[in-house]
Nanobody, 119 residues
């Protein structure tokens, strides 16, 4: 069983920045990608940013140019740098890791870290 743990959420004023961290408890060479999702009250969970083991990145249109996803020193840790935050970025942010178990793949999720952006 792989554990995924997020940290770094909190309260920030509009225009401010936060950095979220996420670590998966598995060897970095088994991770195919890690991603950040978010879910605001009354909405569906949406993909915010994803980074593959090969380094490819993708972002939701709503965060392009403001958010950056990057690996840590080991590729079982990923950061989400969030700049120019807006009230509409308020949500619980979840980290996911896709892991190769040789016999198949499985996606693991963290418990989420809340981000609140005040206007």
């Amino acid at each position: 069983q792989v554990q995924v743990e997020e940290s770094g959420g909190g309260l920030v004023q509009a225009g401010g920045s936060l950095r979220l961290s996420c670590t998966a408890s598995t060897s970095s060479n088994r991770i195919l990608y890690m991603a950040w999702y978010r879910q605001a009250p009354g909405t569906q969970r949406e993909l915010v940013a994803q980074r593959t083991a090969s380094g490819r990145t993708s972002y939701a249109d709503a965060v392009k140019g403001r958010f950056t996803i990057a690996w840590g020193n080991a590729k079982n840790t990923v950061f989400l740098q969030m700049n120019s935050l807006k009230p509409e970025d308020t949500a619980v942010y979840y980290c996911a890791a896709q892991v190769d178990h040789d016999v198949g793949y499985h996606e693991y999720w963290g418990q989420g870290t809340p981000v609140t952006v005040s206007s």
